[in-house]
């Protein structure tokens, strides 16, 4: 001691215990059985990366014992292993090796590979990518101890897939003949795939921009109430809505005019039409039937009904058609 001051001495022999590296903590274990290979899993990472400070079995063992959550069947199991321990002086908590076989033995699934066998065999694609798909089959696959490429698990495997990616990959030049063959085609041929539709959808939407009307709508969409501009009947003309489908078709046969009832001339043509003073004010409105045209009249029904529009309106009622699967 000098001057006032204190100076400490440290044996050079002197180590800091390290902190624990602060990873995710393993889940409470409620004695769940399909959940212990993954809670094991997890503490044995904790352990593992914090070795230094869980050098022995005793901390390793009252480390994981911490997870086991009261009121649950391994609350009840970890506090009758500890009892057991505590009649010995001093408490024995035994090697961790036991341990984990004492608890494999209480929770692990009867039989583990039987049902990962049955869960492979009901295992289907349906909309996952493959890359999503394979890595639940290859889970699956480690868990049934089926040899990898036995003929059984290539099969396994095919009938797991779409059919029509089984199709393609059983089309190809080579089929593949190992599964990790077959994993790699099915992941190359759907992501294939999915990047096609991803293009064609974007055509779409870029065809569909230019579908545009004429007062500059950004973009045509027929299924948000497109209404296609009606014009007014010329109050003149035949009541061709109040004509009986009989009597329309008989009318049709003999090339009669809907307008006037005669002969030469379509009713859009007819020259007894009364011509309206201003183009808002324009001719008959399409006709109608009272009941639905038979079939062989239903194209020129249509034909009648789009007449009188422009070719703008025509071709977006007829992308309408088309989306809606007609």
Same mark, same amino acid.
């Given at each position: 001691m000098a001057?006032?001051?204190?100076?400490?001495?440290m044996?050079?022999?002197t180590?800091?215990k390290?902190?624990?590296?602060?990873?995710?903590?393993?889940?409470?274990f409620?004695?769940?059985?399909?959940d212990?290979k993954?809670?094991?899993?997890?503490?044995r990472?904790?352990?593992?990366?914090n070795?230094?400070?869980?050098?022995d079995?005793?901390?390793?063992?009252?480390?994981?014992?911490?997870?086991?959550?009261?009121?649950?069947?391994?609350?009840?199991?970890?506090?009758?292993?500890?009892?057991?321990?505590?009649?010995k002086?001093?408490?024995?908590l035994?090697?961790?090796n036991?341990?984990v076989a004492?608890?494999?033995?209480?929770?692990? %699934?009867y039989n583990?590979?039987? !049902? =990962?066998l049955?869960?492979?065999k009901?295992?289907? +694609?349906?909309d @996952?990518?493959?890359?999503?798909?394979n890595?639940v089959?290859?889970?699956?696959?480690?868990?049934?101890?089926i040899p990898?490429?036995?003929?059984?698990?290539i099969?396994?495997y095919?009938?797991s897939?779409?059919?029509?990616?089984?199709?393609r990959?059983?089309?190809?030049?080579?089929?593949?003949e190992?599964?990790?063959n077959?994993?790699?085609w099915s992941?190359?041929?759907?992501?294939?795939?999915?990047?096609?539709?991803?293009?064609?959808?974007?055509?779409?939407d870029?065809?569909n921009?230019?579908?545009?009307?004429?007062?500059?709508?950004p973009?045509?969409?027929?299924?948000?109430?497109?209404?296609f501009?009606?014009?007014e009947r010329? %109050?003149n003309a035949?009541?061709? !809505? =109040?004509?009986t489908?009989?009597?329309?078709?008989? +009318?049709m046969? @003999?090339?009669?005019?809907?307008?006037?009832g005669?002969?030469?001339?379509?009713?859009?043509?007819?020259?007894?039409?009364?011509?309206?003073?201003?183009?808002?004010?324009?001719?008959?409105?399409?006709?109608?039937?009272?009941?639905?045209?038979?079939p062989?009249e239903?194209?020129?029904?249509i034909?009648?009904i789009t007449a009188?529009?422009n070719?703008?309106e025509?071709?977006?009622?007829?992308d309408d058609?088309?989306?809606?699967?007609?």
């Open positions: 001057g006032g001051s204190t100076d400490i001495v044996d050079d022999k180590e800091t390290p902190g624990e590296l602060k990873l995710h903590q393993p889940p409470e409620t004695g769940k059985k399909d212990l993954y809670f094991l899993q997890k503490v990472m904790y352990l593992l990366i070795k230094r400070n869980y050098d079995d005793e901390k390793k063992i009252i480390y994981t014992l911490s997870f086991f959550k009261e009121g649950t069947e391994a609350g009840a199991w970890s506090s009758e292993f500890f009892a057991e321990a505590e009649k002086e001093p408490i024995d035994g090697t961790w036991n341990f004492s608890l494999k033995e209480a929770f692990e %699934p583990a590979p039987a !049902d =990962a049955e869960s492979l009901a295992l289907r +694609m349906g @996952k990518t493959a890359d999503e798909h890595a089959f290859k889970t699956l696959l480690t868990q049934s101890k990898k490429d036995a003929s059984t698990t099969d396994l095919r009938d897939l779409t059919i029509p990616l089984q199709r990959i059983m089309t190809l030049e080579n089929v593949p190992t599964l990790e077959w994993y790699k992941a190359k041929l759907d992501h294939n795939f999915r990047k096609m539709q991803r293009v064609v959808g974007k055509a779409r870029s065809n921009s230019k579908n545009s009307n004429s007062k500059g709508n973009k045509y969409e027929p299924k948000k109430n497109w209404n501009p009606r014009k010329d %109050p035949m009541d061709v !809505d =109040a004509l489908l009989e009597k329309r078709n008989e +009318m046969k @003999k090339g009669l005019c809907f307008g006037c005669e002969q030469g001339h379509l009713s859009r043509d007819c020259p007894k039409k009364k011509k309206p003073s201003t183009p808002s004010q324009t001719s008959s409105t399409p006709p109608s039937y009272s009941k639905k045209p038979p062989k239903l194209s020129a029904y034909r009648a009188e529009y070719d703008d025509k071709n977006a009622f007829y058609v088309e989306q809606e699967g007609f």
